[in-house]
């Protein structure tokens, strides 16, 4: 039970308090700032990634906390111990896809990840594929002129 309650601290309960803290020094910095469009998708950027971090990673240590008390009860049942183990399953996996969609959310909500993802596609020679596939979908959101404009430098390289 005390490497548990140690696993649910450590592990997720500093973190937390960590990334809220962090993040919110950032927002206000960016609330603080002028309000430019680059400040509003950063700030998007921002909120989205926390978001995704607590959606993804709240259900596995809730589910987990449970796991905790029933494994220091006495009087489980077998369905309840079934249920609970297929809930890790399932949440750990939600857990899991968190790494998954951080560079999803950088690479279609941030601009400069973007322009970064577009360098380095150039410096390994997928110039003509990679860039027009990625140009078109950005066209096909209706992304800003600099992203186009970014792709098309690319294109022409």
Excluded at 18 to 26: D, K, Q, R, T, W
Excluded at 87 to 101: F, I, K, N, R
């Amino acid at each position: 039970m005390a490497s548990r309650l140690l696993y649910h601290i450590l592990g997720f309960i500093i973190p937390s308090l960590i990334l809220i803290f962090c993040y919110s020094c950032i927002l206000y910095r960016l609330r603080c700032a002028t309000h430019s469009l680059q400040k509003q998708k950063a700030f998007r950027v921002t909120v989205s990634l926390v978001v995704v971090f607590f959606l993804c990673w709240t259900p596995y240590n809730i589910t987990l906390l449970v796991d905790t008390v029933q494994t220091g009860n006495a009087t489980n049942s077998c369905g309840a111990r079934n249920a609970v183990d297929k809930a890790m399953v399932v949440t750990a996996s939600l857990g899991y896809l968190h790494s998954s969609l951080n560079p999803v959310l950088y690479a279609f909500v941030g601009v400069k990840f973007r322009r970064q993802l577009l360098g380095i596609f150039s410096s390994l020679g997928c110039k003509r594929k990679s860039a027009a596939k990625l140009k078109s979908s950005f066209i096909s959101r209706g992304s800003s002129l600099s992203i186009t404009s970014e792709v098309e430098k690319v294109l022409k390289n």
